[in-house]
């Protein structure tokens, strides 16, 4: 069990730029999980799959965001046209269905010059 | 609106001393509670959850209470040790709801001192 990961562990861009972060989830856990962080505050959910599906998305995910989870095992996260507010650290978690407990990655530190 | 609060942002405690964070929710859907760890740079690290069907649960130091009725539950820390020094959360989810996606407070940065 080596944990999730996420790449890259940071990210400087400038506004108007696209990115796109990767997580790749425990091994056998078919739910992924995108949550975001910013200073001061916990973290809050952006989006979820079920293997290969998005099955919900929070209203935080605006159209400018979008996250696929293509064969059911890594998942990436876009921002286009990335915005100042997007500064923030974005988790990945993941957890088997039916369990409760949802383990998170390291994070990518987004910073939006 | 803040569904589920911890409302000190901070906490210092002597080494060797009871650590209690507390936190406070407000939607009763919530029957899964969770307590994560962070350091600085680093995700959330499980420490330890209770199912809303119990009132106590135990795991070596850390022992998490939940009071439905008042909507509460506490984290203790005994003994606490400086290497507990970190951004505590507290977390539910709604299991009845499709992904049991959670919900965060906004921390409590507990300070150990040796």
């Not at chain 1, 990961?5 to 861009?13: C, D, M």
């Not at chain 2, 859907?29 to 995700?43: Q, T, V």
């Not at chain 2, 020094?85 to 965060?104: E, K, P």
């Amino acid at each position: 069990d080596t944990g999730v990961s996420q790449n890259p562990r940071h990210k400087i861009t400038k506004r108007g730029q696209n990115v796109t972060f990767r997580c790749d989830p425990i091994s056998e856990h078919n739910r992924l999980y995108w949550y975001r962080q910013t200073l001061g505050q916990g973290p809050e959910f952006l989006t979820y799959f079920q293997n290969e599906a998005q099955l919900e998305k929070s209203r935080l995910l605006s159209d400018r965001f979008s996250a696929e989870r293509p064969k059911g095992s890594f998942s990436t996260l876009e921002i286009q046209r990335t915005e100042q507010g997007d500064s923030a650290m974005y988790l990945c978690a993941s957890s088997r269905t039916g369990a409760d407990t949802q383990y998170f990655g390291p994070g990518t530190r987004l910073t939006v010059l | 609106d803040q569904q589920v609060k911890q409302n000190s942002p901070s906490l210092s405690v002597q080494e060797g001393r009871i650590s209690i964070l507390n936190c406070d929710y407000t939607n009763s859907m919530f029957d899964y509670f969770l307590w994560y760890k962070k350091y600085p740079a680093e995700g959330p690290t499980f420490l330890i959850s209770i199912s809303s069907i119990k009132d106590k649960n135990e795991d070596g130091r850390f022992t998490v209470f939940l009071n439905k009725s008042a909507k509460h539950l506490s984290l203790h820390i005994v003994p606490s040790q400086p290497g507990d020094s970190a951004v505590y959360f507290c977390a539910a989810s709604d299991r009845s709801g499709a992904g049991n996606m959670l919900t965060f407070g906004g921390g409590t940065r507990l300070m150990v001192k040796p």
